[in-house]
């Protein structure tokens, strides 16, 4: 049946092969399908990291879309194309911190809350005898990351939850790789002797 159905627009979704580099190189050209893939492709967990450091859907949804507006208006400055996912984490990592700091509220651990949570899910699932254990402690590790100061906190979130090296954590926080170190370094130390019964 031959209806007047407009044409078919260029299969968008093949664009979601094609790999990093190429589509940054696309999108820094101005090709916004290019970019509409690299959004798509990304997208979810940058919402996730977003999500972890505001501690809100809503507020992450606002920060990804600014993380991507960004991005676009940026493009030119990303040096390695096939770097970009970490480039994306590292503006919306950036943006989360903005955000939080327009908000005039420290973020809670809703964020923490959200990936110790998705950590332990998959164990809960796989062994159900386990639950209770990992339920306990699941707590313990909030109760220690909430008595954290919070500089710690966010650079222990980047590190073990959103996996950014020192130097994009240093950058995300505008701070030296040496105070992401030091910091790190305490939080840990901390972590473990308040862990200290679950090892």
């Not at 959004?39 to 507020?59: K, N």
């Not at 950058?171 to 901390?190: C, D, E, F």
């Amino acid at each position: 049946m031959t209806g007047s159905s407009p044409p078919p627009s260029p299969a968008p979704h093949q664009l979601d092969l094609v790999p990093d580099a190429l589509l940054a190189g696309r999108a820094a050209d101005g090709d916004t399908a290019a970019f509409e893939a690299l959004a798509r492709r990304h997208g979810p967990v940058m919402r996730a990291c977003a999500r972890r450091m505001t501690g809100s859907l809503a507020d992450a949804d606002d920060v990804v879309q600014e993380s991507l507006m960004h991005a676009w208006k940026q493009l030119d400055t990303l040096r390695d194309g096939a770097a970009v996912k970490s480039w994306l984490l590292r503006i919306t990592g950036s943006r989360s911190i903005d955000y939080l700091r327009r908000r005039k509220t420290h973020a809670d651990l809703g964020d923490v809350d959200q990936g110790v949570e998705a950590g332990a899910g998959a164990a809960r699932q796989d062994h159900p005898e386990t639950a209770a254990l990992s339920g306990s402690r699941m707590d313990a590790l909030k109760a220690a990351l909430a008595a954290l100061p919070e500089e710690q906190r966010r650079c222990w979130v980047l590190k073990q939850f959103n996996d950014q090296s020192y130097e994009e954590i240093a950058q995300t926080l505008n701070i030296s790789t040496a105070s992401v170190r030091g910091r790190l370094a305490r939080a840990r130390i901390t972590l473990a002797r308040e862990m200290e019964e679950w090892r």
